[in-house]
C-alpha cells in the first residue's frame, strides 16, 4: 500500500537536499521525514554498491536499526 507524502515535505526535503553538500545528512533527512509522515516502526535506506551486485542498508530508524544498518544483500 502506498502512502501519500504530502507536497509540503517534498517541498522541505528539496530545500534541504540543495543546502547539503553531503548525501548522508541528506539521506538520513528524507528516511526521517519520510517514517514520521507514514507513521512506520522501522525504516531505512539501502543503496546499490558500485558492482550492482550487493545493496548495503546506509540509513536505519527504529527498534531494529541496529540489526539493519550496515546490513548488506546480494
Same mark, same amino acid.
Given at each position: 500500500?502506498?502512502?501519500?507524502? =504530502?507536497?509540503?515535505?517534498?517541498?522541505? !526535503? $528539496?530545500?534541504?537536499?540543495?543546502?547539503? =553538500?553531503?548525501?548522508? =545528512?541528506? !539521506?538520513?533527512?528524507?528516511?526521517?521525514?519520510?517514517?514520521?509522515?507514514?507513521?512506520?516502526?522501522?525504516?531505512?535506506?539501502? !543503496?546499490?554498491?558500485?558492482?550492482? #551486485?550487493?545493496?548495503?542498508? #546506509?540509513?536505519?530508524? $527504529? =527498534?531494529?536499526? @541496529?540489526?539493519?544498518? $550496515? @546490513? #548488506?544483500?546480494?
Amino acid at each position: 500500500m502506498a502512502a501519500f507524502i =504530502p507536497s509540503s515535505i517534498v517541498l522541505e !526535503l $528539496g530545500q534541504e537536499f540543495s543546502s547539503m =553538500p553531503e548525501l548522508d =545528512p541528506i !539521506l538520513l533527512s528524507i528516511l526521517t521525514q519520510i517514517q514520521n509522515t507514514v507513521a512506520s516502526e522501522d525504516s531505512a535506506i539501502w !543503496l546499490l554498491n558500485e558492482a550492482e #551486485v550487493d545493496i548495503t542498508c #546506509v540509513h536505519a530508524i $527504529g =527498534p531494529q536499526s @541496529s540489526k539493519m544498518a $550496515g @546490513s #548488506v544483500m546480494r
